[in-house]
Every structure is written in structure tokens, then in C-alpha cells.
């Protein structure tokens, strides 16, 4: 039920492109996205609901494939600020307002 | 400033003894929750409540346990049948969407250790 992202770790320089990706073997409603930095709270990046649904945040954005029960998230031109890790947290048809997070994904950015 | 705020930061339990988490919010959520985060991995739901007096549990209640007495305020109290502690804890609360889904927001988080 867990959701599956890949790939598992990034390494990037500054200024490159980078692109999360969140699967679930189950449909979904919606699809959350945050990053944490370490030993810091989650921070709310964007919700997607519906299916085909695109959202932008500065140079973040992200898309929602309804069908495929997965969503993308891309970091264009990345920045030392994006560091962190990133989850995906999904909520499930029938059980809304209950979010089943993924295992993340480590974005370094070095300079 | 609204927000949410767990305390205390670091809490260090000895063997057989119960300890309880802090969450206060003051952003009028109606919903709030509980998670669970060992290191390198994803934040596991123990506990959530969507109504005062009201909570259900998530995918690891084992060995925790709640109340929502007030809106503001959702303890958890990690008791000595939980038998690995250690981990990051945090609280987060959210809307309950009445259109649109809501965000989670999430506090700073306690560190629970073992003596």
C-alpha cells in the first residue's frame, strides 16, 4: 500500500534538472508532496487531485497521471536550497484525509 | 504566529516506563495527527483524529496510544509494550477539505530515546 519512489537518491550540480517519481499499486484521490530538510518538520510543497493535474511552486512542479496511479515531481534549474528529502504522501479513494507517505527520496544539490 | 508545537524536543525513556509526546496547535485544525520516522525511512501514521473525543488508528498503533480531549491539544503517549521507541516523532494537523484537500502541517518533531 505504500507508495514506491524512484530513484532512491539524487545527486545533482547546481542549475541541473531532476525529476521524483511516486507510484501506487492502488487508485488514488490525491497525491501530496513535501521536503524535509534534515532533522527538520516535513514542508508542504503542493497537492494534486485531479487526474492530468499539473502545479507549480517557483521552479518545482508537479503532475498527477490518474491512470497510472502515479505522480511526478520536477525541480528545474535546481538550487543548494532544494536539498532535502522528498515525500510523496498519497490519500486513497475512501479513505481521505489519511495521507500513506512514501519512503523518499535524498535530493543533494552541490554546488 | 499560528503553528504547531511538540514538546519536548529530545526525551530519553528508561525500560517498562510509558512517556508522553506533546502536540498543541492553534490554527483551528480539526484533524490532527501522529507519525513515526526511523532513520532513512518514510513517516509511518500511527494515530489520527478528525473530531475532538474521536481517533483512529494508523498503520502502526502498537504499543501508542491518544486522546483528543480538546481541539487544540493531541497527546500520544508511547507505553512500555512498545518495545523499539527510538525513533523521530511528529505531529501534524490539517482542514478537514470540505472542497479541496488540505495540507498537513507539521511541528519540529520529538526525539525519543531509550536509556
Known amino acids: 500500500q505504500q507508495p514506491v519512489q524512484s530513484p532512491q537518491a539524487v545527486i545533482l550540480r547546481e542549475g541541473e534538472d531532476a525529476v521524483i517519481n511516486c507510484s501506487s499499486s492502488?487508485?488514488?484521490?490525491?497525491v501530496h508532496w513535501y521536503r524535509q530538510k534534515h532533522g527538520e518538520a516535513p514542508v508542504f510543497l503542493m497537492i494534486l487531485l485531479k487526474g492530468g493535474e499539473q502545479k507549480g511552486h517557483e521552479k518545482i512542479s508537479a503532475s498527477f497521471n490518474e491512470k497510472k496511479q502515479q505522480s511526478s515531481l520536477y525541480l528545474t534549474a535546481s538550487q543548494l536550497s532544494y536539498s532535502g528529502t522528498y515525500f510523496c504522501?498519497?490519500?486513497?479513494?475512501?479513505?481521505?484525509?489519511?495521507?500513506?507517505f512514501g519512503t523518499g527520496t535524498l535530493l543533494a544539490v552541490q554546488p | 504566529d499560528g503553528g504547531i508545537t511538540q514538546s519536548p524536543k529530545y526525551l530519553f525513556r528508561k525500560e517498562g516506563q510509558n512517556v508522553t509526546l506533546s502536540c498543541e496547535q492553534n490554527l483551528n485544525h480539526d484533524a490532527m495527527y501522529w507519525y513515526r520516522q526511523d532513520p532513512g525511512q518514510g513517516l509511518r501514521l500511527i494515530y489520527y483524529?478528525?473530531?475532538?473525543?474521536?481517533?483512529q488508528k494508523g498503520d502502526i498503533a502498537e504499543g501508542y496510544s491518544v486522546s483528543r480531549e480538546k481541539k487544540e491539544s493531541f497527546p500520544l503517549t508511547v507505553t512500555s509494550a512498545q518495545k523499539n521507541p527510538t525513533a523521530f516523532y511528529l505531529c501534524a494537523s490539517s482542514m478537514i477539505p470540505g472542497g479541496d484537500n488540505q495540507p498537513q502541517h507539521f511541528g519540529d518533531g520529538t526525539r525519543l530515546s531509550i536509556l
Open positions: 504522501g498519497t490519500e486513497m479513494w475512501g479513505a481521505t484525509n489519511k495521507l500513506i
Open positions: 483524529s478528525q473530531i475532538v473525543n474521536d481517533f
Open positions: 492502488k487508485a488514488l484521490y490525491s
